[in-house]
Nanobody, 123 residues
């Protein structure tokens, strides 16, 4: 069973920094891409940053220049370094990974989600 476990959330003042981590485990054949999503209270979950196997990255406009996504393939882990945090960054951050898993008859590719980690940025 593939699982994603997140850590690193917390309370921080505006202008501060946090580093989120997400580790994948299970019968993993290949991690094709990993990313972070932000869900503000009462709003839709939205992509913040993503990184592909070739290390190409994508960022949402509001976090460009402030957040950095990276991955450690040996550890099956993705990180989100968040600097210059703003109150609007507040919300739950979910790790997502598109993973090809081993199956009895071959392989199967699905998106998996972490449990979410709360980030609160005070003014």
């Amino acid at each position: 069973q593939v699982q994603l476990v997140e850590s690193g959330g917390g309370l921080v003042e505006a202008g501060g920094s946090l580093r989120l981590s997400c580790a994948a485990s299970g019968s993993i054949f290949r991690i094709n891409a990993m990313g972070w999503y932000h869900q503000a209270p009462g709003k839709q979950r939205e992509l913040v940053a993503a990184i592909a196997g070739g290390r190409s990255t994508t960022y949402a406009d509001p976090v460009k220049g402030r957040f950095t996504i990276s991955r450690d393939n040996a550890k099956n882990t993705v990180y989100l370094q968040m600097n210059s945090l703003k109150p609007e960054d507040t919300g739950v951050y979910y790790c997502n990974a598109r993973i090809t898993a081993l199956q009895r008859d071959g392989v199967d590719t699905n998106d998996y989600w972490g449990q979410g980690t709360q980030v609160t940025v005070s003014s």
